[in-house]
């Protein structure tokens, strides 16, 4: 019996890493006497765009509330609707709700888990007004030919990168390929700050001062409240943690690109179906996530092995009380399907070698 323990994530340890860093930071915000949208969240923004290479980003309140603002600056509401995937978190679904507009679910690709662009098409009709493509797991969605299908049908695509931040199509970062990209940084996505935060990317300039002004009241640079507002603010001392998150987030990525090229060498697609990404696809696996027959045996007998596992996600949204009736959807079956046999396995950056070797051969043993 080993006396490893692994937890499926440890934010202590990541802070850890950059404590010296980000103490120092933090005490230049405490004492600066300036809070909310001042220098640092400038900085933090113009630092973003730039690593994203788009020309504006937003920072605001959470993910929700990335998405949420994109769809209302986007001119999107009652009567309109939206395409995205049943198999993402409730929010991506939640933030077209808020607006109005009615979620159209389209199903998966089983070899990516994420929206099968072969299916868009069928879901458009008059009403349709964007699609919203989910990066699952940090693995990027087929962008070219969702990008594609978007100008056929002149309608927008605005990314959910809430789990993708770094991944890239041909070195183009996700978050750039839409007409907006809305990211998450609570603490256990691939960028985390110290609590909530997130940020709208966009190459558009009226979308961006439109969102500048939604996520602050509704006011304009003159002052004046043109719009109904909300307070969607990202803090100075977020912004300050986010900066210095910036600087390593090639290297944390790449430490879990190391992890899952370590899993994918053990657990080879004849034990254990994953998502797999393709040529030039820079998957940030924000998860490592498995498909298997008996997943409860599996999540038992890791337990008993202290590895920890976690599911993501055990119920496609439109098996949910409330989706169920809110979105358009019509056969869901490879969703369905994966719902039922995912699991995922502990992966971030700051896994010693032996933890990471002890969840390959532990879980490769009980598959095998
Ligand atoms: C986390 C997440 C969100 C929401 O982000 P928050 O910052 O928690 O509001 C949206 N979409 C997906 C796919 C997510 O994983």
Redesign the pocket.
Known sequence: MSDIVVPFADLQRAYEALRPEIDDRIREVTSSGNYILGEYVAAFEQAAAEYLGVKHTIAVA??????HLAIVAAGIGPGHEVITTPF??A??VE?IEYTGARPVLVDIDPDTFNIDANLIEGAVTSQTRAILP?H?FGLPANMEQIMDLAERHGILVIE?C??CFGAAIDGQATGSFGHAG?F???PT?TMGCLG???LISTNDPALNRRLGELRNHGISDQGEHVTLGFNSRLDELQAAVLQIKLTHIDETNERRRQIAAHYDSVLTDAVAKTPRSSPGVHHVY?YYTILVDDRDTLRAQLRDAEIATALYYPKPLHKHVHFSTTCRFGPLNIAEQVAQQCVSLPIFPEMNDDEVDYVASTTAALLA
């Open positions: 959470s993910g929700t509330d990335a998405l993402t978190f929010a991506t933030a989910v699952l959910d809430a789990q809305a998450s940084f609570y996505k909530d935060g997130g924000a």
